[in-house]
């Protein structure tokens, strides 16, 4: 019975895990959505590459990666974090929209692909 | 190389805690859940550690869910029999009144090479001497010999003895296990007479059993000249 009750309790330990995992995967790449949004906005007011914040966007998605690492492929965190990287050298608008894009829809995907939707349970 | 090392000796670690919540029953004969379990358990275990970029909780949660889901499961086979049945199945009679069930034994896909050597593994090499042999949930199978080839019991032949427990051990490589001296409701001081009376000291032991009528075993630590 004691080892019933155990398991009862590491499973819903796991439950609880896993859904706060869940709201900080989502909740941190809406953030940074949000930033990357900003970053476009001021582009399109200023029509110069806003390097500040850019790179604080960037010290914000480390932390990010530190954060999520231990519930997400570090291959497809990885793959984002290059685009970071990319984000930070774009040479004009062009490259930049592309780069926010591109950075907008991995962590669309990221997010998404932590919810137990019904295609990705079967 | 120093992440994967790491992570073997986490989820070594882990894999014997999920074994040792599965409990006894899991380490001998397995039922057909906690073989499934085991068999994922293993194969779930070596993907992060070979696999660096897989987050090691992808192999921590799956293993505790697994485990904890499998003794959820047993806890409530305990209580409902027809839960049982759906989850192991029931043991199938293959022989009785000593008639072979030759439908029984291709229901159960059992060859008669398999049942003879589940007959040979219960010391059976006869067919003949079989009055029930039933496979179990487990895929072993369990053999009442015809009392005509059952070796007589103490019953049998008319002796009278009494039911005593089996001995125990007491000391394990000279030392003294003082929870099994107290079950045979002896102590340390009738241990050391006993040694003294074999003139041994207690590290010179390497095993020594003892029942309750205080009748004991003693086997010397082997000499390291020899």
């Given at each position: 019975?004691?080892?019933?009750?155990?398991?009862?309790?590491?499973?819903m330990?796991?439950v609880?895990?896993?859904?706060?995992s869940?709201?900080?995967?989502?909740?941190?790449g809406e953030?940074?959505?949000?930033?990357?949004?900003d970053?476009?906005?001021?582009?399109?007011?200023?029509?110069?590459?806003p390097?500040?914040?850019?790179?604080d966007?960037?010290?914000?998605?480390?932390?990010?990666?530190?954060?999520i690492?231990?519930?997400?492929?570090?291959?497809e965190?990885?793959e984002i974090?290059?685009?970071?990287?990319s984000l930070?050298?774009?040479?004009?608008?062009q490259d930049?929209?592309?780069?926010?894009?591109l950075?907008k829809?991995?962590?669309?995907?990221l997010c998404?692909?932590?919810?137990?939707?019904?295609y990705?349970l079967? | 190389m120093l992440?994967v090392?790491i992570?073997?000796?986490?989820?070594?670690a882990v894999v014997?805690f999920?074994?040792?919540?599965?409990g006894?029953?899991?380490?001998?004969?397995?039922?057909p859940?906690?073989?499934v379990?085991?068999i994922?358990v293993?194969n779930?275990a070596t993907?992060?550690i070979?696999?660096?970029?897989?987050?090691m909780?992808?192999g921590?949660?799956?293993?505790l869910?697994?485990?904890?889901?499998?003794v959820?499961?047993?806890?409530?086979?305990?209580?409902?029999?027809r839960?049982r049945?759906?989850?192991s199945?029931?043991?199938?009679?293959?022989?009785?009144?000593?008639k072979l069930?030759?439908?029984?034994l291709k229901?159960?896909?059992f060859?008669v090479?398999?049942?003879?050597?589940?007959?040979r593994?219960?010391?059976?090499?006869d067919?003949?001497d079989?009055e029930?042999a039933?496979?179990?949930?487990?895929?072993?199978?369990?053999?009442?010999?015809?009392k005509?080839a059952?070796?007589p019991t103490?019953?049998?032949?008319?002796?009278d003895?009494?039911?005593?427990p089996?001995?125990?051990?007491v000391?394990?490589?000279?030392?003294?296990?003082?929870?099994?001296?107290?079950?045979?409701?002896?102590?340390r001081q009738?241990?050391l007479?006993?040694l003294?009376?074999?003139?041994?000291?207690l590290?010179?032991v390497y095993?020594m059993?003892a029942?309750?009528q205080?009748?004991?075993?003693?086997?010397?630590?082997p000499d390291?000249s020899?």
């Amino acid at each position: 019975m004691k080892r019933l009750g155990f398991c009862i309790f590491i499973l819903m330990a796991l439950v609880a895990v896993s859904y706060f995992s869940l709201r900080r995967v989502s909740a941190g790449g809406e953030e940074l959505s949000q930033g990357v949004d900003d970053i476009r906005r001021e582009y399109s007011v200023t029509g110069k590459i806003p390097t500040k914040r850019i790179d604080d966007l960037s010290l914000k998605w480390q932390d990010y990666y530190k954060s999520i690492s231990f519930a997400e492929n570090t291959n497809e965190l990885n793959e984002i974090s290059l685009l970071f990287t990319s984000l930070r050298f774009a040479e004009d608008g062009q490259d930049l929209i592309k780069e926010c894009e591109l950075i907008k829809t991995s962590l669309f995907l990221l997010c998404e692909n932590e919810y137990p939707h019904w295609y990705s349970l079967l | 190389m120093l992440i994967v090392f790491i992570r073997a000796l986490v989820l070594y670690a882990v894999v014997i805690f999920s074994v040792r919540i599965m409990g006894k029953r899991q380490i001998g004969e397995l039922q057909p859940s906690e073989l499934v379990v085991t068999i994922l358990v293993s194969n779930i275990a070596t993907l992060p550690i070979e696999d660096i970029s897989i987050p090691m909780s992808m192999g921590i949660v799956p293993i505790l869910t697994l485990v904890c889901l499998d003794v959820c499961v047993s806890a409530v086979t305990l209580k409902s029999r027809r839960i049982r049945r759906l989850v192991s199945g029931s043991p199938k009679i293959i022989i009785e009144g000593g008639k072979l069930r030759p439908e029984t034994l291709k229901q159960l896909r059992f060859s008669v090479d398999d049942l003879f050597e589940g007959l040979r593994s219960q010391g059976v090499f006869d067919i003949a001497d079989v009055e029930t042999a039933v496979v179990e949930t487990t895929g072993n199978i369990s053999v009442c010999l015809k009392k005509t080839a059952s070796p007589p019991t103490s019953e049998d032949i008319g002796r009278d003895c009494k039911n005593t427990p089996p001995p125990v051990l007491v000391v394990d490589n000279g030392s003294v296990l003082d929870t099994a001296l107290r079950t045979l409701g002896f102590d340390r001081q009738w241990l050391l007479k006993i040694l003294r009376k074999e003139g041994l000291a207690l590290e010179k032991v390497y095993l020594m059993t003892a029942d309750r009528q205080g009748s004991y075993c003693l086997v010397k630590q082997p000499d390291r000249s020899e």
